[in-house]
């Protein structure tokens, strides 16, 4: 099959004929038919997130069941499906408890092993994983949401528990952050958004942002985030920033909550933050990574409501061969929006 392949860190990724993925017991393959492009695989790219070389990225995907393993019960071959980027096992404590993101023995496809800027992809426990896609959902919006949005729902809705009428402050407004954008709009809370980028700042604002902010100066950020809300209740970092993440704490009122969707990974992992601050103001400190299969139903029911397009949030659509180019564009600023790798049939709604 194809896919998109690199041997070192940092080189350009060239799409390679390789051999097509064994499906593992209990597992499945999957012919992809939409993957997204993350700012995620970029880190792997750049050895920020060591995987194991030669290696085919991509998290993001949906397509359609070609093989199943023995054991499946409750997925057959032609169901269109997609997965959480954070697989889990399925019988540890943390997945019976419907924790599966932070599953210990968890299978990242696209970090653990080959992933989906391929032809076919394979997940293990899939009756654990797969997510059964609703009826007219195009692949490429149910690509959309396996790590982003689901990773923004999740740290806004079940991580920062955002009320109606609570502000949010989103920093960082890619992929991630416009997700964020969108569902906090949607869950009745007034948004903030901080990039660099005016584009980004405009697509935000067509989201739903009601105040927009330059990132430049942050200092000057967080005083004038606290002086039109008296500070907000919800604060993520959107990208994976130490400067973001502080920001975010210092934009905060008291007892709010501080999210951490961005990676923040290598020399940034472990950032300076201002703990005086948490303590005194007894500020909540969150993760947020991925998002089970079994917390899928209520983010799926959002968007077949009306209250949520995911669609609004794809900026371009490339094929498998543009693929590498587009992650190592990530290196500089990226144009507004998810970017989708189509893969033959993604567009339309059949397998």
């Keep these: 099959m194809r896919a998109v392949v690199y041997d070192t860190y940092g080189k350009l990724p060239r799409v390679e004929e390789v051999s097509p993925p064994v499906c593992p017991p209990g597992g499945a393959v999957i012919g992809v038919r939409a993957a997204g492009v993350c700012r995620s695989d970029w880190h792997a790219w750049r ?10 990225p991509g998290h993001e995907f949906a397509g359609v069941v070609t093989r199943i393993g023995e054991g499946v ?8 499906v997609t997965a959480p980027f954070a697989c889990g096992c399925g019988t540890c404590e943390w997945c019976r408890a419907g924790d599966a993101q932070v599953c210990p023995s ?9 992933g989906a800027f391929a032809e076919s992809v394979a997940i293990p426990a899939a009756d654990a994983n797969l997510v ?7 692949f490429s919006v149910a690509a959309s949401l396996g790590c982003r949005f689901a990773t923004a729902y999740r740290a806004v809705r079940q991580q920062g528990r955002l009320g109606q009428g609570q502000w949010l402050a989103v ?16 869950l009745g809370a007034r948004v903030v958004a901080v990039d660099v980028s005016a584009d980004a700042l405009a697509r935000a604002t067509a989201l739903g942002a009601e105040l927009a902010f330059d ?4 200092d000057e950020t967080v005083e004038s985030i606290v002086a039109a809300t008296g500070g907000v209740h919800v604060g993520l970092d959107a990208l994976g920033a130490p400067a973001l993440a502080d920001a975010s704490i210092r934009s905060l009122r008291r007892r709010g909550r501080h999210v951490q969707g961005g990676l923040l990974l290598g020399e940034s992992s472990r950032p300076a933050l201002p703990m005086d601050r948490v303590i005194a103001w007894e500020l909540e400190i969150l993760g947020s990574h991925g998002m089970a299969a079994a917390d899928y139903p209520e983010m799926l029911e959002l968007i077949a409501s009306g209250r949520v397009d995911p669609a609004d949030l794809i900026g371009r659509r490339i094929t498998l061969d543009e693929a590498g180019a587009a992650l190592a564009a990530m290196d500089g600023p990226t144009p507004a929006g998810v970017t989708i ?11």
């Design 47 to 56: 050895g920020h997130d060591p995987v194991a070389l030669p290696h085919t």
């Design 73 to 80: 019960r409750d997925f057959a071959v032609g169901d269109r």
């Design 106 to 114: 968890q299978y990242q496809p696209g970090f653990s092993g080959p």
């Design 132 to 138: 059964r896609l609703p009826d007219g959902m195009d």
């Design 171 to 186: 920093f960082g407004c890619g992929g991630l952050g416009l997700s964020a954008v969108m569902i906090g709009r949607a």
């Design 215 to 218: 990132a430049t100066e942050l």
């Design 341 to 351: 790798v189509t893969i033959p049939g993604s567009i339309s709604q059949g397998g």
